[in-house]
């Protein structure tokens, strides 16, 4: 770390002048609220730099030359490691050819052979570019198949930002979303309800591997529950989704309901899939096949080879580097870990989700403000987490960088227990 560290005093303003704060001050005129969506570090603590300049591996640095162990991974997409050496040979070798054209490349195919080939319900692939592109497209096939218009969802879930799904209202009309309706994750009697309500409307019910909705500890699915969606889907004739966006090639290879069993009729990929660069999925399989091929569903940038590129390289290293298992070990150290520090220091947390996605939560803590509070002390000390999104775990995390991460919680606990010493 460098004067980030030194320099708070815990008044973002009263920090020194930096190269971050330059282009806040610039984006602002230019950029409406000075940055919007999910990255917009305006409602993270001060210390959070908004803008960021490069990577490598397990770590980053900011504008300001600020190093840091990178714990959150692009929210998700970087997975192998940021600059993934097969990765970007890859992209490079494509790129030298061609990216945008009039037709996608050779590699269009070869990637859709690759998933059918890795994802244990997919019989097809359909390429885009975000994680809100293949939830949207996945309602419109399930709807296009099977002719009804009702999907349910689970309640708080995160599906993407069109207005059908996007958490806030603005902009948003009733129309947006007449056509969705919900349930409570891991309660198989509100979707049965849900379901009965929709009635002989009920095209899709739409779910995320786990419950990871932003700011609430996490939940692992029940395999009850998940079996219990597919049955009602067989017995309905509506279309299973299974929202892998968040945790596509992180948990599993084969789709994070492999592990448990259950096989979704469609599923939404995005994120991991090509370690970084933009590309999307919807995999389906051979039901929902007549529906995919009647919808039209395209983007300027979709058919773009590069990303394609990428994505091959990446789902060949994550299974060359058993990346998955890789991600897994050094997330069960890290939550061993904080676990153990939390102990030491007399804190009572919740460390909830699988350990390549944890999340951190301290008891009773409402408005998350000891989080942030956290979060602020661990990013000064080199680690980037976040005080109300799960975290990301790479394959490309070390010792070190596991050793720094801690080092850098243990120093957070230790000022929040000074500052906090009777509690
Ligand atoms: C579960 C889930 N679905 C869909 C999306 C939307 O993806 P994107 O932001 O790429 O449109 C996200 C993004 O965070 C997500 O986590």
Same mark, same amino acid.
């Given at each position: 770390?460098?004067?980030?560290?030194?320099?708070?005093?815990?008044?973002?303003?009263?920090?020194?002048?930096?190269?971050?704060?330059?282009?806040?001050?610039?984006?602002?005129?230019?950029?409406?609220?000075?940055?919007?969506?999910?990255?917009?570090?305006?409602?993270?603590?001060?210390?959070?730099?908004?803008?960021?300049?490069?990577?490598?591996?397990?770590?980053?640095?900011?504008?300001?030359?600020?190093?840091?162990?990178?714990?959150?991974?692009?929210?998700?997409?970087?997975?192998?490691?940021?600059?993934?050496?097969?990765?970007?040979?890859?992209?490079?070798?494509?790129?030298?050819?061609?990216?945008?054209?009039?037709?996608?490349?050779?590699?269009?195919?070869?990637?859709?052979?690759?998933?059918?080939?890795?994802?244990?319900?997919?019989?097809?692939?359909?390429?885009?570019?975000?994680?809100?592109?293949?939830?949207?497209?996945?309602?419109?096939?399930?709807?296009?198949?099977?002719?009804?218009?009702?999907?349910?969802?689970?309640?708080?879930?995160?599906?993407?930002?069109?207005?059908?799904?996007?958490?806030?209202?603005?902009?948003?009309?009733?129309?947006?979303?007449?056509?969705?309706?919900?349930?409570?994750?891991?309660?198989?009697?509100?979707?049965?309800?849900?379901?009965?309500?929709?009635?002989?409307?009920?095209?899709?019910?739409?779910?995320?591997?786990?419950?990871?909705?932003?700011?609430?500890?996490?939940?692992?699915?029940?395999?009850?529950?998940?079996?219990?969606?597919?049955?009602?889907?067989?017995?309905?004739?509506?279309?299973?989704?299974?929202?892998?966006?968040?945790?596509?090639?992180?948990?599993?290879?084969?789709?994070?309901?492999?592990?448990?069993?259950?096989?979704?009729?469609?599923?939404?990929?995005?994120?991991?899939?090509?370690?970084?660069?933009?590309?999307?999925?919807?995999?389906?399989?051979?039901?929902?096949?007549?529906?995919?091929?009647?919808?039209?569903?395209?983007?300027?940038?979709?058919?773009?080879?590069? &990303?394609?590129?990428?994505?091959?390289?990446?789902?060949? /290293? @994550?299974?060359?580097? #058993? $990346?998955?298992? +890789?991600?897994? !070990?050094?997330?069960?150290?890290?939550?061993?870990?904080?676990?153990?520090?939390?102990?030491?220091?007399?804190?009572?947390?919740?460390?909830?989700?699988?350990?390549?996605?944890?999340?951190?939560?301290?008891?009773?803590?409402?408005?998350?403000?000891?989080?942030?509070?956290?979060?602020?002390?661990?990013?000064?000390?080199?680690?980037?987490?976040?005080?109300?999104?799960?975290?990301?775990?790479? &394959?490309?995390?070390?010792?070190?960088?596991?050793?720094? /991460? @801690?080092?850098?919680? #243990? $120093?957070?606990? +230790?000022?929040? !227990?000074?500052?906090?010493?009777?509690?």
């Amino acid at each position: 770390m460098t004067d980030l560290a030194q320099g708070r005093t815990g008044q973002q303003q009263e920090r020194p002048r930096s190269a971050d704060q330059e282009l806040r001050a610039r984006a602002k005129a230019v950029i409406p609220g000075g940055m919007y969506g999910h990255q917009n570090a305006g409602p993270l603590p001060p210390e959070y730099p908004q803008f960021m300049r490069s990577g490598r591996g397990a770590r980053i640095w900011d504008v300001d030359g600020n190093e840091y162990v990178d714990l959150m991974n692009s929210y998700g997409p970087v997975v192998l490691g940021h600059r993934h050496p097969a990765v970007e040979a890859a992209v490079a070798e494509q790129a030298a050819q061609a990216d945008c054209q009039n037709g996608p490349g050779p590699v269009m195919v070869e990637l859709a052979e690759l998933l059918v080939a890795t994802v244990d319900h997919a019989d097809w692939a359909m390429l885009a570019k975000n994680g809100t592109d293949a939830t949207t497209a996945c309602c419109t096939i399930a709807r296009a198949q099977t002719g009804r218009g009702t999907i349910l969802a689970a309640k708080g879930a995160y599906h993407g930002s069109a207005p059908w799904c996007t958490p806030r209202p603005a902009g948003v009309t009733p129309a947006d979303r007449a056509n969705l309706a919900h349930y409570t994750f891991n309660d198989l009697a509100s979707v049965r309800e849900a379901a009965a309500r929709a009635g002989d409307d009920l095209a899709a019910i739409l779910v995320s591997p786990f419950r990871h909705d932003a700011g609430f500890d996490q939940e692992l699915v029940d395999p009850a529950f998940a079996r219990g969606l597919r049955e009602l889907c067989d017995a309905a004739g509506a279309a299973l989704i299974l929202d892998d966006v968040r945790c596509g090639f992180r948990l599993a290879l084969g789709s994070s309901w492999e592990p448990v069993g259950v096989r979704p009729d469609l599923s939404a990929w995005s994120k991991a899939i090509a370690n970084g660069h933009a590309l999307a999925a919807v995999l389906g399989s051979d039901a929902f096949r007549g529906g995919a091929q009647e919808v039209f569903i395209t983007g300027s940038f979709w058919f773009a080879a590069t &990303a394609m590129a990428a994505s091959i390289a990446t789902i060949g /290293a @994550l299974r060359d580097e #058993d $990346a998955v298992a +890789a991600m897994a !070990r050094t997330g069960d150290e890290l939550r061993a870990g904080i676990l153990a520090q939390a102990g030491n220091y007399g804190f009572a947390v919740n460390y909830t989700g699988p350990p390549q996605m944890p999340y951190l939560t301290f008891t009773g803590d409402r408005g998350h403000a000891l989080a942030s509070e956290f979060a602020g002390h661990a990013i000064r000390h080199g680690a980037y987490l976040h005080p109300r999104h799960n975290w990301f775990v790479s &394959a490309a995390m070390t010792g070190d960088d596991l050793a720094l /991460a @801690l080092g850098a919680t #243990d $120093a957070a606990f +230790a000022a929040l !227990r000074r500052r906090l010493p009777g509690t």
